[in-house]
């Protein structure tokens, strides 16, 4: 085989020379205006512009409380702490997540339960939470994988019959909403990321949306190394007092951060609108593909599309199918100028699990099988066409190189520099 089908891992001309990331940022002269601004104003961290972004995330989450906080892992290990656990105490949380679901769960002395996930949806699969339920079980983390909210009817009964917290770890779905109702407000409290990657951003940064006003409250103060915001009853002289009233953190989120955050969530809109579209054509793209899967999407789900993910489809039975493992296809796609990743490495199989919490192979079967077969690709709003267009191309040729008949692929598979069947 010679030209244009020749993979570029065998030599042959990649479909692009710069390679597209996965996901980026989209600054524009709004964002670097608000962030300028800020820069010669009085404040550069806590000021007018963190209580300005908490009342506007507040809004788009559909909350009375948005408290804005240094990242979402910061997020996340403050929504543990106030769920008071106690050593012993176990908190059930997706396999198929990055390590911070989990981790927020440690840093508090708790033990993480890995529940296994749906494999149409890859999210956390309500019949397996209540599986997974002891007398030990404080609270569930729902996590909304890709940017689809999670099966809240389900999870939110299995919670309430049990008496557990459920929490949502929405890193990936802010602008989303299951039933009409906007994520952030689905779970008695919310975790948000602002990385570069997610759907807006303050270079680093993290929110927990709740709607009680208590909760917001101790949240402030557990951001603020545990000094709460209300002054102490003095006779007024004392103006420096203030109290620390337990163990808190320095989580506070920038000034700077948060006005570069506020411009960001007013094009929240503009983002989702993108996304969607970018999502809608790889779903038509591969929709009749032999080769590979896009995830489902549930009825009744308004999708924030962080990522986009397919999954290959390595043992279909079937006459057609992929002769290479997803490692092999992932640096195929690499070479031709696509920088897919893999979301996630299951929590459950990292070393430090299986050293502390005694995890093993075999736990999550349905997101061990997942983990070897997805793929995410390229998606975020400055995407053009052409880049869109340069995606689907590449993951056509890549599938189509290693696509074999069942016959030949028990033969032999295919090996780099061979050619398709
Ligand atoms: C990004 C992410 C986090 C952590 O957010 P940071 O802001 O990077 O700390 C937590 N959970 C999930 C599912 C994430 O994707």
Redesign the pocket.
């Known amino acids: 085989m010679n030209g244009r089908g020749r993979l570029a891992i065998d030599g042959g001309e990649p479909v692009r020379r710069t390679r597209l990331p996965y996901a980026r940022q989209s600054i524009d002269a709004t964002d670097v205006a608000a962030v300028s601004a800020v820069l010669t104003s009085d404040w550069l961290t806590t000021g007018p512009e963190v209580a300005r972004f908490e009342r506007a995330f507040a809004a788009a989450a559909g909350t009375r409380a948005a408290v804005a906080v240094s ?6 290990h403050l929504a543990m702490l106030a769920l008071d656990l106690e050593p012993g105490d176990e908190v059930i949380v997706p396999s198929l ?2 390590a ?2 989990a981790s927020c769960v440690a840093y508090v002395g708790a033990r993480p339960v890995f529940a296994d996930v749906d494999p149409d949806t890859l999210l956390v699969d309500p019949a397996d939470v209540e599986r997974r339920l002891t007398p030990r079980t404080r609270a569930i983390v729902a ?1 909304d ?1 890709a940017g689809q909210p999670c099966d809240y009817a389900a999870l939110g009964r299995v919670a309430e019959r049990r008496g557990l917290a459920l929490v949502a ?1 929405a ?2 779905s802010l602008g989303a909403s299951y039933a009409g109702r906007p994520v952030g407000s689905l779970a008695r409290w919310s ?1 948000f ?3 570069p ?2 759907v807006v951003t303050a270079g ?3 929110v927990v949306t709740t709607d009680e006003p208590e909760l917001a409250e101790r949240l402030r103060a557990l951001r603020q190394h545990g000094i709460s915001t209300a002054r102490p009853a003095a006779d007024g002289q004392q103006g420096w007092l203030y109290e620390q009233v337990e163990l808190g953190f320095n989580y506070r989120l920038t000034d700077i951060q948060c006005a570069l955050a506020t411009s960001q969530l007013a094009r929240l809109p503009v983002f989702l609108d993108r996304r969607r579209e970018i999502a809608r054509c790889y779903d038509a793209a591969f929709a009749d593909s032999e080769l590979a899967r896009p995830l489902v999407t549930r009825a009744g789900c308004e999708h924030a599309h ?1 990522l986009y993910v397919l999954r290959l489809e390595l043992d279909r039975p079937g006459f057609v199918q992929l002769g290479a493992s997803r490692g092999e296809i992932y640096e195929a796609l690499r070479a031709e100028g696509i920088g897919v990743q893999v ?2 490495i299951p929590i459950h199989l990292h070393p430090y699990y299986q050293r502390h919490f005694g995890t093993a192979p075999g736990d999550c079967p349905r997101a061990e099988a997942a983990y070897e077969r997805i793929l995410s690709l390229p998606l975020y709003p400055a995407m053009t066409e052409a880049d869109v267009g340069d995606v689907i191309r590449a993951v056509r040729k890549v599938l189509e190189h290693f696509a074999c008949s069942r016959s030949l692929c028990s033969a032999s598979a295919p090996g780099p520099g061979q050619s398709s069947a």
């Open positions: 990242s979402g892992t910061a997020a996340l997540s990055f911070a679901t996590m994988y770890d890193c990936h975790a990321s602002l990385h990657a997610k680093e940064g993290g962080h979301h996630f």
